[in-house]
Structures are given as C-alpha cells and as structure tokens.
C-alpha cells in the first residue's frame, strides 16, 4: 500500500478530488499536491505545494519527503486552461520529461501512475471496432492533447526500461465528461449550432468525471497494470448524442469545414482544435476488459449516463432564474 503520495496538476478539479479522496484513506500518512496556482477547490488533509513540474523543486520534493507513489494528472487538455498552445506543450511534454526524470532519480518510488487519453488512438475510417491496449493508431494524432499525451506515454516507458522495479499503471481514459469539467467536448454540445460531419456518425465513448477520479484513486492503491483503457458501457453515436443534446446541427464536409471552426472562434462558441470533427466523424471505441480484470474497477455511469449527467447540468445552467410568484426580485 502507498504510505506517501504526490500528485501533479492539483490546481484542476479532477486532481483536486483524488487529493481529497486519497486523504481520506487512513492507510495513507500523506498525500501531497503539486501545481504551478493554488487550487481553489478544498483538498481534505492533502499538503499543497506551490511548484512548477519543469523545475528540480519536484525532484528535491519527491526525494526529501520519500514519495513512494506519484500521480501525474499534469498534462494540460486544452491549450485554454494552459494560456496558449505553446505553454500548454512546454508544461505537457517537457513538464512530463523532468518529472519522469526526477522519478528515475527517487530511490524510494516504488510506483507511477499516468493520467493519460485514450486519445492516442487517434480517429480515422482506418481504425478497427474496438481498440485493445496493444493497439496502437492508424492514423497518428499530429497535433494537441493527444500528440502530448503519446509523447507522455514514450517517456513513461523509458523509465520503465530504466526502472522495472517501478510499478506503472498509465490509464487511457476516454472523453471525461460530466456536470462540473470543462472540455472541448462540453464546449461542443453547448453550442447553439452543431456542426457535425456531412455523411459520418462517429460511435462515442464517454467516462464521467467522478469515474475518472475513482479510476485514478483504484490505480493508486491496486497492483501495477501497465496499460489500461478507462470507458463508461456502451456507445453513443453521434446522431445518437446530437438528439439527446436537443441542439439543431449543420452538416459540414470533413474537406471544408474551416470557415465553421473559425466563425464558431469567432463567435466564442467553442474553440475546436483541428482534429475535432475527425473524432466526431470516426469516433473511438476502446475494450475495457483489462479495467474490469485487472485493474478491478467498474465505472459507475455508462456511457449514455455519462452525457445525460453532462446534458441535465448544461441545461440547468442554459435555464433562466426562476422566481416565486408575488416575490419581489
């Protein structure tokens, strides 16, 4: 069992939550929060640490407070939450690169665990029916989240090579989506216009927010298992999400649907990384069997559940106040 615990990027929520719920395991003597901004959001009795992953302080922390477990949930999704694509990349693949060195370096590490996206995948009319954890993409990512991430995952496994006696467990974890997380898909279903791929219907999978923190808190505790795909039952495909999201949409063709993304930037929509029709036009569907036998976690919304949860909360928001009748406002 894990006796000290750090993680990475506590500074966002789904960081935030595993701290609180890693705190709360009386088996644990420390949980220890790293971020480059204080989080705002409560972390139970987890110890936060002003810090900055591309720095030696990490490495020095890991080292002095003898960490035997990291949670790295640093890599940034979105060039928003990073200030720019450029940061974004630094703090991903760079950040990544020093923590991992750091961990090469920690004699007492005795285990890692990766926050990582099933993303690497990628999305193309190549791909097959379901991707297994030996797969690898048809159709690399080239640009974003999904490219950080694959370069994440090779660093991974060259700490592996260096440091077999570090147990690994790097989760694959489809779209999170839910009530309180903020991505380029929630932006996506909140626009007033969809614009969706002429001809394709993409089959989804979804794991809600409070399954990506349950999943991340089960790797910690339970026994290495390398590689691991993270995904609610079922699919949803595209159409399928469309109707329920009760949004009117625009066919777009895959070739030219620049002029959308740009005026949907413009008009603060949502801002759509250039990959982002093609996942919708191919979807991703991975096997989760391993999750199941391996890792012995089953999430507890669905797929399907997953997006109603996001869907009830977005129309809760796009609902105007509601006041008694007779009371002054």
Not at 26 to 51: K, N, Q, T, W, Y
Not at 181 to 202: N, S
Request: glycine fraction near 10%; include cysteine.
């Amino acid at each position: 069992m894990p006796r000290v615990v750090l993680v990475t990027g506590v500074a966002r929520d789904l960081a935030g939550r595993v701290v609180r719920r890693l705190s709360e395991d009386p088996s644990i003597e420390r949980v220890i929060g790293v971020d480059l901004v204080a989080p705002a959001h409560p972390m139970g009795r987890g110890e936060f640490v002003r810090a900055d992953i591309r720095s030696a302080v990490v490495g020095r922390l890991i080292v002095h407070a003898e960490v035997d477990t990291v949670v790295h949930m640093g890599v940034i999704a979105t060039s928003r939450d990073a200030g720019g694509r450029v940061v974004q990349k630094d703090i991903n693949v760079l950040g990544s690169m020093q923590l991992l060195a750091a961990c090469q370096k920690a004699p007492r590490l005795e285990r890692l665990v990766v926050k990582s996206t099933a993303g690497v995948y990628g999305s193309s009319p190549r791909d097959p029916a379901v991707f297994t954890e030996e797969m690898t993409a048809q159709v690399a990512p080239r640009s974003g989240f999904a490219r950080d991430s694959m370069e994440v995952e090779g660093y991974v496994r060259s700490l592996s090579r260096r440091r077999p006696d570090i147990g690994v467990t790097m989760l694959r974890m489809a779209n999170v989506i839910g009530p309180s997380i903020r991505t380029v898909l929630t932006d996506y279903f909140a626009m007033p216009v969809l614009p969706v791929p002429l001809g394709r219907d993409g089959r989804l999978q979804f794991l809600h927010e409070d399954d990506a923190v349950a999943s991340t808190v089960r790797a910690v505790t339970a026994e290495p298992q390398g590689v691991v795909n993270v995904a609610g039952d079922g699919v949803v495909s595209l159409g399928q999400a469309v109707t329920l999201s009760r949004r009117p949409f625009l066919a777009v063709p895959l070739a030219g649907s620049g002029p959308v993304r740009w005026a949907a930037r413009r008009a603060g929509w949502a801002a759509l990384p250039d990959d982002h029709l093609q996942f919708l036009a191919y979807g991703r569907v991975v096997d989760t069997t391993r999750m199941r036998k391996g890792l012995g976690f089953a999430p507890a919304y669905t797929t399907r559940g997953a997006f109603e949860s996001y869907l009830a909360s977005r129309d809760a928001k796009d609902r105007p106040e509601q006041h008694d009748e007779g009371v002054p406002t």
